[in-house]
C-alpha cells in the first residue's frame, strides 16, 4: 500500500517562537503537525464511477477488522465509515447493507484525501 497518508495535509512549521518553551522543555529542536484535511462527500458521479462491495452489517462487524480485510490497513476504517455516512460503527443499525469501496486509491481521490 503507498503511503498518501499525508499528501494533502498542510504541514505546521513550530520554528516560530510560539513554540520555543514547547520545544526547550522537550529538549528538541523543530516538530511537524499535519493539518486536519478537509473531506469532501463524493458526487453521485463519483459514487457511480467507484466499484464497491456490499456488506451486511451484523453483530461484532468493526469497521477496523472490514478494512484490514479489505485494504490490508486498518487505518481505513474511517473511509468506510465515510463512504457510508456514519461517523462510528455503533450509528450502523445491525442488517444494514453498507458499500465497501473496492479501491482504496480511487474512495481516498473521492473523498479529497
Known amino acids: 500500500m503507498p503511503n498518501i497518508r499525508h499528501r ?8 516560530e517562537d510560539y513554540y520555543s518553551y514547547l520545544l526547550r522543555k522537550r529538549k528538541i529542536k523543530h ?3 499535519y ?11 463519483d459514487r457511480g464511477n467507484i466499484q464497491t462491495i456490499p456488506h451486511i452489517w451484523s453483530y461484532g462487524n468493526r469497521l477496523y477488522n472490514l478494512a484490514y ?10 473511509v468506510i465509515a ?12 445491525l ?6 469501496p473496492i ?8 473523498l479529497g484525501v
Open 35 to 45: 493539518g486536519t484535511p478537509v473531506l469532501s462527500n463524493p458526487s453521485l458521479s
Open 82 to 93: 465515510w463512504w457510508n455516512g456514519y461517523a462510528i460503527e455503533a450509528e450502523i443499525p
Open 69 to 78: 480485510q479489505y485494504y490490508g490497513d486498518q487505518r481505513y476504517w474511517w
Open 31 to 33: 516538530i511537524e503537525h
Open 103 to 110: 479501491n482504496i486509491e480511487e474512495a481516498l481521490t473521492a
Open 8 to 15: 494533502k495535509y498542510d504541514i505546521i512549521d513550530t520554528n
Open 95 to 100: 442488517g444494514t447493507q453498507i458499500q465497501i
